[in-house]
T-cell receptor, first 115, second 115 residues
């Protein structure tokens, strides 16, 4: 079985500061990992995904994430926060083999960006 | 772009009513999913379907059923609505059954209130 832990249900940063949202996974086989963003009153939008090619993955809106097998982590970063980044972010994992396309989601991190 | 459309953004029903939530995708996707989203709990999978007339239980199927008569449409049914089913419901789809490395595409959600 796979699981995801997102550390910090709420993160607050200043505009222009580094954004770091943490995600640790547990999986018995090599996983595929995803980050999604949810703006208020909307569904989830894919930010980026790791599918065993490059360990550093670049996504939309200037976000990137690095897969670290030794740390079982897939943290999301952005060098400079913008007000429009305020949203809820979800990390998700699925099994690399035999798992179909079922995703297991973390509980989410609400990002607040302050002036 | 993939379009996943949920029939209602907001819905108010009474306890004991039979409630139907509809979801349609326009990209010939094989997989479709229903989640519920609650604060602090993230997204939890209710049911999913790999093909027409096929369904599989997710993590929290109790009190729900689904129907997939056509490939593009996946319906969630609350047989006898209860107040603990008040939640945000999200529908998602993905391209090919049993491929783990593809993202899911989400609708904008239906916020359901059971009075």
């Amino acid at each position: 079985a796979q699981s995801v832990t997102q550390l910090g249900s709420h993160v607050s940063v200043s505009e222009g500061a580094l954004v770091l949202l943490r995600c640790n996974y547990s999986s018995s086989v090599p996983p595929y990992l995803f980050w999604y963003v949810q703006y208020p009153n909307q569904g989830l939008q894919l930010l980026l995904k790791y599918t065993s090619a490059a360990t550093l993955v670049k996504g939309i809106n200037g976000f990137e994430a690095e897969f670290k097998k030794s740390e079982t982590s897939f943290h999301l970063t952005k060098p400079s926060a913008h007000m429009s980044d305020a949203a809820e972010y979800f990390c998700a994992v699925t099994l690399g083999t035999g798992g179909g396309n079922k995703l297991t989601f973390g509980t989410g991190t609400q990002l607040k960006v302050e002036l | 772009d993939v379009k996943v459309t949920q029939s209602s953004r907001y819905l108010v029903k009474r306890t004991g009513e039979k409630v139907f939530l509809e979801c349609v995708q326009d990209m010939d996707h094989e997989n479709m999913f229903w989640y519920r989203q609650d604060p602090g709990l993230g997204l939890r999978l209710i049911y999913f379907s790999y093909d027409v007339k096929m369904k599989e239980k997710g993590d929290i199927p109790e009190g729900y059923s689904v129907s997939r008569e056509k490939k593009e449409r996946f319906s969630l049914i609350l047989e006898s609505a209860s107040t603990n089913q008040t939640s945000m419901y999200l529908c998602a789809s993905s391209f090919r059954a049993h491929l783990s490395n593809q993202p899911q595409h989400f609708g904008d959600g239906t916020r359901l209130s059971i009075l």
